[in-house]
């Protein structure tokens, strides 16, 4: 299986796939919606998320959400049904949340912010759930995290403040950078909050920013170039899932132009060579996610849920990657990292 957003999301033609979710081991059941059980059927929550580029199973980045069904007690089939449907870009999630309501769906799922924003312009009613959403009370999607209103909640990754806290991470492992490079899909409603976030902190840090937007993978090697030619001499990712899904091409273009950067995902360092990442616990969100699930369907409404924000954050630096770079990492920010790749 591959991550959710193809090798060109942005360009390859409606791809929306739906099927019954399963996996191995069995996949959820408990007491479902009361009014869908009085009626004689089973409950139905449809999941809407960015293409996994398989039509055979759910993404791995989701995991731990339906472990957590299952750990709760959920049988597919028996008391809750799962549609999974997938989106090739952002502009289909209209359509798809227009699906879930011809499906009948008592509760939505949203994996993005374009999603959410489309489920909760199309119903009212249906209760929603984030799974792990960048910021969304800077996109309107709540009016607050202790009182979301409405007929959505679930989890936030603080998306907005992180992305200042990478710019101080890559501040602190090359203190001489001074042009930061910042790659952002300007499309999608969380960018803009994170790059005003990044200009916001820029001043105290001693830096300016390059900002490009990308809006295609082919965007990625022409802002590099611009970079070049403007004497960047670091790089920041803003956290949107076109880059999870272009993070080697990311990786590699930041190694061919030297340049020390922080990513949003750990699978940028783990995986792909790059130099350090910050980023959210996402399985310890998903796992949570589920519980809100279970209590929707158990009566709770989502207006009494709160939102919630992550607790666990992990920083990864690849040594290797450092060594490559000329780099030396300081000792006080090595102590800090929980990951340390040689």
């Known amino acids: 299986m591959t991550d959710p957003i193809g090798s060109e999301p942005l360009r390859h033609p409606l791809g929306r796939r739906r099927f019954m979710a399963a996996m191995a081991g069995g996949f959820l059941a408990i007491p479902a919606i009361a009014e869908a059980q009085r009626a004689g059927r089973i409950p139905k929550l449809c999941f809407l998320t960015l293409d996994s580029g398989t039509a055979q199973a759910p993404s791995p980045r989701f995991e731990a959400f339906f472990k957590g069904l299952r750990d709760l007690g959920y049988v597919h089939g028996q ?18 949340a227009a699906e879930c309501l011809r499906l009948q769906a008592d509760i939505i799922v949203v994996s993005t912010t374009p999603a959410a924003r489309a489920a909760k312009s199309t119903t009212r009613t249906i209760p929603i759930v ?18 979301p209103g409405g007929n959505l909640t679930g989890m936030s990754q603080m998306t907005s403040g992180l992305a200042a806290k990478r710019l101080e991470l890559l501040k602190e492992a090359a203190p001489r950078t001074s042009r930061v490079l910042v790659l952002s899909y300007l499309v999608d409603p969380i960018a803009p909050l994170q790059v005003k976030a990044l200009q916001e902190a820029a001043p105290s840090l001693g830096v300016t920013l390059q900002i490009h937007d990308i809006q295609t993978p082919d965007d990625l090697s ?12 670091g790089l920041v990712i803003t956290a949107e899932s076109i880059f999870r899904a272009q993070r080697a091409r990311v990786t590699e273009l930041a190694a061919r132009h030297k340049l020390p950067a922080v990513y949003p995902y750990a699978v940028f360092a783990v995986e792909s060579g790059g130099l350090m990442a910050y980023d959210v616990t996402d399985a310890d969100l998903h796992r949570r996610a589920a519980t809100y699930v279970d209590k929707i369907l158990k009566g709770a409404k989502p207006a009494d849920l709160p939102v919630e924000q992550p607790t666990k954050f992990k920083l990864v630096i690849n040594l290797k990657t450092a060594k490559t770079l000329g780099l030396t990492i300081p000792p006080a920010l090595l102590a800090r990292a929980d990951q340390v790749i040689e």
């Open 79 to 96: 008391t809750l049904t799962i549609e999974y449907l997938t989106a090739s870009k952002s502009e289909e999630f209209p359509a798809l």
């Open 130 to 147: 984030m799974v792990a959403l960048g910021d969304p009370v800077g996109t309107g999607l709540v009016e607050s995290l202790a009182r």
């Open 222 to 233: 022409v802002a590099f170039s611009a970079g070049s030619r403007e004497r960047a001499d």
